[in-house]
């Protein structure tokens, strides 16, 4: 017995190494994978030297729209007098409650497509889920509700609803189809006719690898995990992309690994950034001192430095970060303040921080605009470098500098030149020196970064230009000749 007890633990101890081994061994390789790729896109790709105002001007192009490396909305796009048939696969769709960036951007999309005459189908849920509604429409704006059991959307019965509509004898078929990310999942792709698909990814595995990275290196809580479970679904996600015909980035640097990395055909890989509503996200000092003053925010005649952050207050989104550098800050600043909009388990950490500190809760869609005005900042510290952030958009909108990390699709797209605010690395250290640098330059020169952000934004990320380079995009995929930039009709 004795023995065969030391030789179970000797089996137990060997397997248990051997585990240990196994899971260090994988966590080192996935680290190495992740350093490498890294290197080749933050610095083969990309040159991070001072950008001059040149360069986010709009370039001069004449050829085929499907050789842009750039985005589609840096061009003047004219106005197309031909109509689309449009069917949209959507995540979800706003209905009651506070719409989410994604519902957001699907929204502001679809509608502007429709207000130009265009018939648009969206097959989606609500984002309310006690909303019973199965479908609504709203002019040329068609919008189809198929949840299943769960509330998310239920892709046999939205794709069976598609087909239909798709086969209606009184009506022709779709021009095109477009999914929001995996709405329509890669295994259904080849039953849309003649696989006229196209698909915008908001988010790729490749930057969920390095936001993975980003937590675990902010060492808030041991995620190595996360890290090993990341590289499979890399490996899955890059074979099963070439199943869609057509994709679409909201970013420079997102552009770059599809083509580099995932070795995706550059005339099927094109930029589309993101654009918020120019009409409802404006620079307007008024609304700005009303906001302040009626969340008690003293005025201080130019002394006084507001910053801001909003959106969902949980970790991957950076609160551990701006809650210990705010707490550093506002030690040796003490005429700082923080409007932190939104709603989350940070709320309650940011409210020990004292009388600096305004949690304000999540703000209805009309408030925003007023919030962005009331600061003279905006903070973005997320730790998940996917896409781009509505919120660093639309502050922009309202004439505000913004703080954000260096990741290569903010600086790459965003926060392209230094005149239009801070960059920094996704550390505390880091981002004290950031806001300590912020507070230094004082708030007329936030109000001249504030003044270049508004010009830049209202060049690259209106809802106009969104829509024009979307439209333009699935006219080019419907006839050719839309392919050709400039046509007589562009300005």
Not at 182 to 187: A, G, Q
Not at 407 to 416: A, C, L
Request: with cysteine.
């Amino acid at each position: 017995m004795a023995f065969k007890n030391h030789s179970s633990r000797t089996s137990l101890s060997s397997s248990s190494s051997s585990s240990s081994t196994s899971f260090r061994f994988t966590t080192i390789i996935t680290l190495a994978l992740i350093f490498s790729s890294s290197y080749y896109i933050f610095f083969s790709q990309f040159d991070y030297s001072p950008v001059t105002f040149s360069s986010v001007n709009i370039p001069p192009f004449a050829g085929d729209l499907r050789d842009l490396t750039f985005p589609w909305n840096k061009l003047s796009l004219g106005p197309i007098s031909e109509k689309l048939k449009l069917a949209v696969f959507c995540k979800s769709w706003p209905v009651g409650s506070i719409p989410g960036g994604m519902e957001r951007h699907a929204y502001t999309l679809y509608n502007s497509l429709a207000s130009r005459g265009h018939e648009i189908h969206v097959f989606t849920v609500s984002s309310d889920r006690s909303n019973q509604e199965e479908y609504h429409n709203k002019g040329d704006l068609h919008v189809y509700f198929a949840p299943n059991e769960h509330g998310t959307l239920n892709h046999s019965q939205a794709f069976e609803i598609f087909d239909r509509i798709n086969g209606a004898d009184d009506h022709h078929p779709f021009d095109y189809v477009h999914t929001e990310s995996v709405s329509l999942p890669h295994w259904r792709v080849k039953m849309v006719p003649n696989g006229d698909i196209a698909v915008t990814w908001h988010g790729i595995w490749y930057e969920i690898m390095h936001s993975n990275l980003f937590q675990e290196l902010s060492n808030d809580r041991p995620t190595s995990s996360d890290l090993q479970q990341t590289m499979p679904r890399l490996v899955d996600e890059i074979r099963f992309f070439p199943r869609y015909k057509q994709h679409i980035c909201i970013s420079n640097s997102a552009r770059e690994v599809l083509v580099n990395i995932y070795q995706l055909p550059k005339r099927n890989v094109h930029v589309i950034v993101n654009g918020v509503d120019q009409t409802k996200f404006v620079y307007s000092p008024k609304s700005g001192a009303t906001f302040r003053a009626k969340h008690g925010v003293p005025d201080g005649n130019g002394t006084v430095i507001v910053m801001g952050v909003s959106g969902r207050l949980v970790r991957d989104k950076g609160h551990p970060l701006l809650y210990e550098a705010f707490a550093s800050i506002v030690r040796t600043h003490p005429q700082v303040y923080l409007l932190v909009a939104g709603s989350g388990p940070w709320g309650k950490r940011y409210a020990e921080l004292g009388e600096n500190v305004r949690v304000l809760g999540a703000l209805e869609p009309e408030e925003l605009s007023g919030f962005y005005n009331a600061l003279d900042v905006f903070v973005n510290p997320t730790l998940r470098p996917q896409g781009l952030d509505l919120t660093i958009i639309e502050a922009m909108q309202c004439g505000k500098p913004v703080v954000a990390p260096n990741y290569p699709s903010i600086v790459g797209t965003v926060v392209v030149d230094e005149r239009f605010g801070y960059t920094f690395s996704p550390n505390v250290r880091s981002l004290v020196e950031t806001l300590d640098s912020v507070v230094r330059d004082g708030s007329r020169v936030l109000e001249m970064k504030g003044v270049a952000c508004k010009e830049y934004a209202l060049s690259m990320f209106t809802a106009t230009q969104m829509a024009s380079a979307y439209e333009r995009f699935f006219m080019c995929m419907k006839n050719e000749r839309y392919c050709k930039y400039p046509l007589p009709t562009d300005d």
